[in-house]
């Protein structure tokens, strides 16, 4: 049951997505579209809390009945995984989570958390072209990194390269690629331009206009840069760039790469993915073709080709 009878109130249930900032969020167009293509009573809103006020917050849930999930984003990923009574999946590994799903057992509601950002880059780079085994490097090494790194390792990648500006702000991605056995090495931003050229697939997880310097850095390399030899492709075909950050779209880098004749993937993609996921953990409904098509209208994403 997605709704309840409180006496003679009808009671939605409840999902929200948290984070700070989180007026920019697209998660609440995809949602209330999908649910009311469901049709499903979930009401579905954006709140914003901070690290600090997590626990306080979550406390607070416990007197409500009706929540039935919550998405999460920056900078709560971590900070989550201990205010919930289970983590399942790959967040168990990872010790990030972007999700919490409420789930009623005879003791009560059970609050299970998961990561749905591993299968949300796993189906939208696929779909772009990306094959198994790709060359890899990310950008970042915060908790979105610890999922590119779990995508990666599901590819079928045994080395990824994170380009970072500080080593010792990078303990979630060294974490996450010791609990996958991925091998990484991280490396000073100031050579991610011409590090990240050569590879099959990129993977920026910083935020908004936070590549922009790394962009100028491609935007200066020669026409003629090359990338090892493997045989996957031509050595002057640049290979795929998926950038998370979404707002403001197109991103400098994404400009440039595509500019340089490399495919791009917007972190509205990726989002979509991992909200079809969200969807089914909240609600237990099938997420079917024709509701991905109105999740793609509600924030303008092309429709899938099926």
Not at 147 to 169: F, K, M, P, Q, T
Request: charged letters at 20%; a negative charge; glycine letters at 10%.
């Amino acid at each position: 049951m997605v709704c309840r009878q409180r006496g003679t109130v009808r009671v939605s249930r409840r999902a929200a997505v948290l984070g700070h900032p989180i007026s920019h969020s697209k998660s609440p167009a995809l949602h209330r579209a999908a649910y009311a293509k469901l049709g499903l009573d979930i009401d579905y809103s954006a709140i914003d809390v901070t690290v600090e006020r997590l626990p306080a917050f979550m406390a607070g849930l416990q007197a409500q009945d009706n929540w039935c999930g919550l998405s999460v984003t920056m900078p709560l990923k971590t900070a989550m995984v201990d205010e919930v009574d289970e983590v399942r999946g790959a967040g168990s590994h990872l010790g990030v989570i972007n999700t919490v799903a409420f789930e009623a057992t005879e003791h009560g509601v059970r609050r299970v958390g998961h990561n749905t950002d591993v299968a949300g880059i796993v189906q939208a780079v696929r779909n772009a072209g990306v094959k198994e085994r790709p060359s890899s490097a990310i950008l970042g090494g915060g908790g979105t990194s610890a999922a590119a790194i779990a995508a990666l390792h599901e590819l079928g990648s045994g080395h990824v390269d994170v380009y970072v500006r500080d080593a010792g702000r990078a303990a979630e991605a060294k974490a996450a690629a010791a609990a996958v056995g991925l091998s990484v090495q991280l490396r000073p931003m100031t050579e991610a331009a011409e590090g990240i050229a050569g590879a099959d697939l990129v993977i920026s997880t910083l935020p908004p206009r936070a590549a922009d310097s790394i962009a100028a850095g491609l935007d200066r390399l020669p026409d003629d840069v090359k990338r090892p030899d493997d045989g996957k492709r031509p050595d002057d075909v640049w290979g795929v760039l998926l950038d998370v950050a979404y707002d403001p779209w197109p991103s400098r880098i994404a400009e440039v790469w595509h500019s340089r004749g490399g495919v791009v993937v917007p972190g509205l993609e990726m989002l979509l993915y991992q909200a079809v996921e969200q969807i089914r953990l909240f609600s237990g409904a099938e997420v079917t073709a024709d509701v991905i098509d109105v999740m793609c209208d509600s924030v303008g994403l092309p429709r899938r080709v099926y």
